[in-house]
């Protein structure tokens, strides 16, 4: 028997991402590791709250969380000394539940994700996926996080601090060039618009059609993994409308 090819490396696989995905994504449907790709993105988040924290202070974002219509009516019903117990206890607790967010929040996400990916790919286009492949293409789709949160840090050093976006850091979406006063639904869904979150798209498509195979076209694959995105994108638009 002729010696099975060992396959690419982690390192190949990390820069293969960005520069040959269909033989990356190929790779990784075959051998579905998730974890350095997984530690990677949790590292880039951290790194991005902790510069924003100690850079700019978790008292500006909150400050702007209170600049919306809902939230100041809540403040006039407090007494000053109420309002500055309460974002005081806000600046303590809000950098351990982005911190908690990044470590905990993200693996979370990425598994129901998968979830949800794998039941229409495998249950409904009856592509004959593997959850664990699924949920290995959406860990190293993920890796644009890693350009994006660079990005972001390097923002933070160079823009104003009153003017940084903690949610929006970049202008790589319709909403960087709105007001983030106005209307909460229109604004959310332009930010569901953002080019990053659009490439992690596009590879897990790519990641979807390597792991399928003939059995589903990229047209597809694509079609699988915007849908749920569509609908979850529309549904944080309305709350965010509703709750404004």
Same mark, same amino acid.
Do not use: H
């Given at each position: 028997?002729?010696?099975?090819?060992?396959?690419?490396?982690?390192?190949?696989?990390?820069?293969?991402?960005?520069?040959?995905?269909?033989?990356?994504?190929?790779?990784?449907?075959?051998?579905?590791?998730?974890?350095?790709?997984?530690?990677?993105?949790?590292?880039?988040?951290?790194?991005?709250?902790?510069?924003?924290?100690?850079?700019?202070?978790?008292?500006?974002?909150?400050?702007?969380?209170?600049?919306?219509?809902?939230?100041?009516?809540?403040?006039?019903?407090?007494?000053?000394?109420?309002?500055?117990?309460?974002?005081?206890?806000?600046?303590?607790?809000?950098?351990?539940?982005?911190?908690?967010?990044?470590?905990?929040?993200?693996?979370?996400?990425? $598994? @129901?994700?998968?979830?949800? =990916?794998?039941?229409? *790919?495998? #249950? !409904?286009?009856? +592509?004959?996926? %593997?959850?664990?492949?699924?949920?290995?293409?959406?860990?190293?789709?993920?890796?644009?996080?890693?350009?994006?949160?660079?990005?972001?840090?390097?923002?933070?050093?160079?823009?104003?601090?009153?003017?940084?976006?903690?949610?929006?850091?970049?202008?790589?979406?319709?909403?960087?060039?709105?007001?983030?006063?106005?209307?909460?639904?229109?604004?959310?869904?332009?930010?569901?618009?953002? $080019? @990053?979150?659009?490439?992690? =798209?596009?590879?897990? *498509?790519? #990641? !979807?059609?390597? +792991?399928?195979? %003939?059995?589903?076209?990229?047209?597809?694959?694509?079609?699988?993994?915007?849908?749920?995105?569509?609908?979850?994108?529309?549904?944080?638009?309305?709350?965010?409308?509703?709750?404004?």
């Amino acid at each position: 028997m002729e010696p099975q090819p060992a396959g690419m490396g982690e390192f190949s696989r990390l820069t293969g991402v960005f520069f040959e995905p269909s033989k990356t994504f190929a790779d990784v449907a075959e051998r579905p590791r998730w974890l350095v790709p997984l530690l990677l993105v949790i590292v880039a988040s951290l790194a991005y709250f902790v510069t924003y924290g100690q850079k700019i202070g978790w008292a500006s974002f909150i400050q702007q969380q209170m600049d919306t219509p809902r939230a100041q009516q809540q403040m006039e019903r407090l007494s000053p000394e109420q309002r500055q117990q309460q974002m005081a206890i806000q600046a303590k607790f809000m950098p351990v539940i982005y911190y908690a967010g990044a470590v905990v929040g993200t693996p979370i996400a990425y $598994l @129901f994700s998968s979830l949800i =990916l794998w039941g229409i *790919a495998s #249950g !409904l286009m009856s +592509a004959g996926v %593997k959850f664990k492949q699924i949920f290995a293409i959406e860990c190293y789709a993920a890796l644009t996080a890693l350009v994006s949160k660079v990005l972001a840090i390097v923002v933070i050093f160079l823009k104003d601090p009153e003017q940084f976006n903690l949610m929006n850091p970049l202008a790589f979406n319709p909403a960087a060039f709105m007001d983030p006063k106005g209307p909460k639904f229109i604004y959310t869904l332009a930010m569901g618009l953002d $080019l @990053f979150t659009i490439w992690a =798209l596009i590879l897990t *498509a790519i #990641g !979807l059609k390597a +792991a399928a195979g %003939k059995r589903l076209s990229f047209g597809g694959a694509f079609f699988a993994v915007c849908l749920p995105y569509a609908v979850l994108l529309l549904l944080g638009a309305s709350l965010a409308g509703a709750f404004s």
